[in-house]
């Protein structure tokens, strides 16, 4: 059969006088001259139709392109998740007593750059230059971060402390000197503060609770003093605010600044015995009452001395919120939790992410969250906090889709000097640490509350 | 596939993405991405660096292996085609017998032996004209 084929081909390939199979009638031989010249202008009808053939190839060729990229663009991003989700003892790692491979790597950069004062400084530098309030931001979480790290590994307690020391003895030092608004944005200066004195809840709060943390894990007297010192100005300017909330700039409360003060004072209620626990119902049932955002739930991210509210619900703001307010009302924050989830996160192949404004809320660009990226509205900052929330919450489907992104898009870069992520900083870096290994201290909250509570019946 | 190459032009765009990215990660590039988090960079070249390699990232890790499939599934398609083209020429000859096949239901070039022209008698109206 296949020989028969190969007759027939090869036969029509000779041009001339031959018999052709095909040809019914056999043609007369050709004894027409041939041309002597080769034609290759334009005009050649062969070379036209060639031309032609040719070109139609092309354009088939690039249909099936198309059809073949149509084809493969879903396909890939289908799977190329793969190549980033991390594994199962990673994400299982938080809360629990193994601290997974990332938060080693994030926890010895760290390390490094504060013992050596490796490019710390001139990160700090760079940082304020940037934003001012990241200083601060950046030696609250890099306190907690160690001190649950300190409670994670018992052994190593001695280090942490002393950086921990450190880090708060250079903050005392720059709130002396500099006065609270060395770690605002400089439009503090814009208007009178509506409560006098003036005080930065901002900065009176994160203060606290890096102290209140600091003692959790061991007692330093002088540190003690302080603590009292900073929760009872934290206390007078909460009580004062007619929605029992302080302002940190003229006429600015921020949700995330009064919850840190609110997990400030229950570390100081475990370390120095008081008990605030009616502060706490009080704020929480004003919050749900004037702080939320009708449509969506969610507590508002900023809002006036006496209530009214300036922003809505922000990515970066509710899920750090929900995070703090576990300690002072669990049944509140995971409702708060659940609806920032709802509205703010999205998951795509694999990959996750989160929505600095829920749907009801124009976009609006604030320089603590960072960019957003057009279409699908994702944050850097929003994305990084609701990592912590994510493991806070024990949400090991949105976490993993977190970390897939965070390795995706945050260009993660390991050297001999740990892990830390090119599209961070070292706010960025310090929130990841502490969310991965976040654990110990609240639940060394919760223990001593229910010790209380037990002591008290 | 041989004429006009799409599958290898796709490959090749996507062999010069992944250089282009490789390169960069090479020349530490990745560290200049800060701009991200909303950071600033210190100088606007640094921001432009960071821009370029935070872009060819993005196209090695989601462009690049996109081409690379479409150019594989191209070259796959091409020669099942090219196959099943030529077993249905084979199964028509050997059904029909010599000397009574129809040009046009062969795909191989029976008329003109240089261009597509297939139509009896193609040599020799071109040669003529």
Sequence with gaps: ?457 | VKKTGAPKRLAWIAAILLTLYFVLHLLGMRDSVGFLSGTLPATKLELFLGLFTATSWFAAVLVAPVLLLAAGLQIALVTIAAKVRARRATVTLAADGPGVVEPDRLDAPIGCCTCADRSPGATERNWSK
Excluded at chain 1, 300 to 311: A, N, Q
Excluded at chain 1, 365 to 393: C, K
Aim: glycine letters at 6%; a negative charge; one cysteine or more.
């Design chain 1, 1 to 457: 059969m296949l020989d028969s084929a190969r007759r027939l081909l090869a036969h029509s390939h000779t041009r001339g006088t031959e018999p052709r199979p095909f040809d019914p009638v056999p043609r007369p031989l050709d004894t027409r001259p041939r041309p002597l010249v080769l034609i290759v202008d334009a005009t050649c009808p062969r070379r036209a139709h060639a031309r032609s053939m040719r070109w139609k190839h092309r354009i088939t060729d690039a249909w099936l392109s198309v059809v073949c990229l149509a084809v493969s663009t879903p396909l890939w991003l289908a799977v190329v998740h793969v190549l980033f989700v991390p594994n199962d003892a990673e994400s299982d790692g938080t809360r629990r007593s193994v601290i997974s491979d990332r938060a080693k790597g994030l926890r010895d950069r760290k390390l490094d750059s504060l013992e050596r004062h490796a490019s710390h400084d001139t990160e700090v530098g760079l940082m304020r230059s940037n934003n001012p309030e990241w200083d601060i931001m950046c030696s609250t979480f890099n306190v907690l971060a160690f001190a649950n790290l300190a409670l994670h590994e018992p052994r190593e307690r001695a280090r942490y402390l002393g950086l921990m020391d450190g880090i708060i003895d250079e903050t005392l030092e720059a709130r002396r000197a500099h006065g609270a608004q060395h770690f605002l944005l400089p439009y503090w200066r814009r208007a009178p503060y509506v409560a006098s004195p003036m005080r930065v809840l901002f900065v009176e709060g994160e203060i606290a609770a890096m102290l209140g943390a600091r003692l959790v894990v061991e007692e330093r007297p002088e540190l003690r003093s302080r603590l009292e010192e900073q929760i009872a100005r934290v206390v007078d300017q909460m009580r004062e605010g007619p929605v029992l909330s302080g302002e940190s700039y003229p006429d600015e409360c921020w949700t995330v600044d009064n919850a840190f003060a609110l997990v400030a004072i229950r570390l100081a209620d475990v370390v120095l015995g008081q008990d605030h626990a009616e502060l706490l119902a009080r704020w929480v049932a004003v919050a749900r009452e004037r702080l939320t955002d009708p449509q969506t739930g969610m507590l508002v991210s900023e809002y006036t001395w006496d209530g009214r509210h300036k922003d809505g619900p922000e990515g970066s703001s509710i899920f750090l919120v929900a995070h703090l307010l576990q300690v002072v009302d669990e049944g509140f924050a995971r409702d708060q939790y659940d609806r920032a989830r709802q509205a703010l996160g999205f998951e795509i192949a694999g990959f996750a992410i989160a929505r600095e404004w829920p749907a009801s809320w124009p976009n609006v660009t604030d320089i603590d969250s960072g960019p957003t990226i057009p279409l699908v509205g994702a944050n850097a900052g929003a994305s990084g906090l609701a990592v912590l929330a994510a493991a806070s919450f024990d949400d090991q489907r949105f976490l993993r889709g977190l970390l897939a992104s965070l390795d995706f898009a945050a260009f993660p870069i390991k050297d001999e000097r740990g892990l830390r992520y090119g599209a961070s900083n070292q706010v960025g870096d310090a929130v990841l640490l502490y969310a991965l290994v976040q654990g110990p201290l609240w639940d060394h909250l919760s223990r001593s509350t229910s010790s209380q509570h037990g002591s008290e019946s």
